[in-house]
């Protein structure tokens, strides 16, 4: 998968060199390339903002940098143009499901607001072009989109093939689809089997696979409940059982 990521702080993906996500692109299933939007300035100061038509607070970003920004970066093939994605609060949700999405595209480019956002003008005019998701990663108000794509660009990554060491793991994440959706993990232990004494559940070291299942997905129930009573709403009945009703 190609990824471009515009921005004016591209050292603030840094990160993406280290662990899972910089060991696939040393392996070439990942290729990330990092943009300065300023590079599409052309003023001695190479100003990216200007104040909001109709007043207001903040400062919005202007709409010819990033115009030249993505002209260039998707001229850079002459296939079908990358998907665009938008990191800011006022986005639809950035779920498992859409990471899962992303994750089958060939190539996605983010494009980093700062400040009160990107001139909306831009958004109409690549959307005749090509597929455009303005998505935001929680409730609360970040400084810019920067964390916000490397947040989903960890979570669209390690769902590539060959990324994870174990493909499997994927399928037990916490709102994985299938017999996950909508559940939170349950916890986890290793050796040693008592620690300050406290013992590992008794069901785990049974070798009774059968059971350990029923286990799991009992605790994933209760954290759920516990944790994101929001959740248990979503709880598709048809994959619910008598025992999970219980619970
Ligand atoms: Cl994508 N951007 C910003 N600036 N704040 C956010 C966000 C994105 N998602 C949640 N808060």
Not at 146 to 153: K, P, R, S, T
Not at 186 to 211: A, F
Not at 212 to 235: F, G, H, I, K, Q
Request: glycine content about 8%.
């Amino acid at each position: 998968m190609r990824i471009d990521i515009i921005s004016i702080f591209p050292e603030y993906f840094a990160p993406l060199d280290v662990s899972l996500i910089g060991k696939a692109r040393e392996r070439g299933i990942l290729d990330i390339t990092l943009h300065q939007l300023r590079d599409w300035t052309h003023d001695v100061h190479r100003t990216v903002d200007d104040s909001p038509y109709g007043g207001g607070p903040g400062m919005v970003m202007k709409p010819e940098p990033w115009g030249e920004a993505l002209d260039a970066v998707a001229a850079r093939s002459p296939s079908a143009p990358p998907r665009l994605v938008v990191p800011t609060p006022s986005g639809r949700p950035f779920t498992q499901e859409l990471a899962l999405e992303l994750s089958a595209e060939p190539w996605l480019v983010f494009a980093c607001g700062r400040y009160e956002g990107i001139d909306a003008r831009v958004i109409d005019e690549y959307a005749t072009r090509t597929r455009v998701d303005e998505v935001g990663i929680g409730d609360y108000v970040l400084a810019g989109g920067e964390v916000a794509v490397l947040v989903m660009v960890e979570a669209i990554g390690r769902l590539l093939p060959g990324v994870l060491g174990n493909e499997l793991s994927a399928a037990d994440d916490s709102f994985a689809p299938g017999a996950m959706r909508n559940l939170l993990e349950g916890p986890v232990y290793t050796k040693p089997p008592e620690w300050r004494g406290r013992r590992v559940p008794e069901i785990l070291l049974s070798g009774h696979h059968g059971k350990v299942a029923r286990w799991r997905r009992d605790e994933a129930l209760r954290r759920t409940v516990r944790n994101r009573p929001d959740l248990v709403t979503r709880l598709d009945p048809d994959t619910l059982d008598k025992r999970d009703r219980e619970v």
